[in-house]
């Protein structure tokens, strides 16, 4: 079993940065890929941004590209997104997510484990 916990949510103001971590926990995580997926009020969770496991390769939606980074911590199993000139349309729940290969996370197939998700709310 594998334990995601996010961090690092708050309000902020439209331009504004926000950092989110995740840390993993549990059975053999430093290789699995990670990822983040958001949910906004009454929207489908969508997919945000992934990362393999050597933090080699990285994805993003379109919607995303150019303002969001993520990156792999010091320790493998931790991953961060740094998110600048965010917009309103960003407020939603962002949940980490932990699978075995990068291509699991992007299509949210296979098995993968979640966090709890942490809320970031973009005031215009």
């Known amino acids: 079993q594998v334990q995601l916990v996010e961090s690092g949510g708050g309000l902020v103001q439209a331009g504004g940065s926000l950092r989110l971590s995740c840390a993993a926990s549990?059975?053999?995580?430093?290789?699995?890929?990670m990822g983040w997926f958001r949910q906004a009020p009454g929207k489908e969770r969508e997919f945000v941004s992934a990362?393999?496991?050597?933090?080699?390769?990285?994805y993003y939606a379109d919607s995303v590209k150019g303002r969001f980074t993520i990156s792999r911590g010091n320790v493998k199993n931790t991953v961060n997104l740094q998110m600048n000139s965010l917009k309103p349309e960003d407020t939603a729940v962002y949940y980490c997510?932990?699978?075995?290969?990068?291509?699991?996370?992007?299509?949210?197939?296979?098995?993968?484990?979640w966090g709890k998700g942490t809320l970031v709310t973009v005031s215009s």
């Open positions: 997510a932990a699978g075995l290969d990068s291509r699991s996370v992007r299509t949210n197939s296979g098995r993968l484990y």
């Open positions: 549990g059975r053999t995580c430093s290789n699995y890929a």
């Open positions: 990362i393999n496991w050597t933090g080699g390769n990285t």
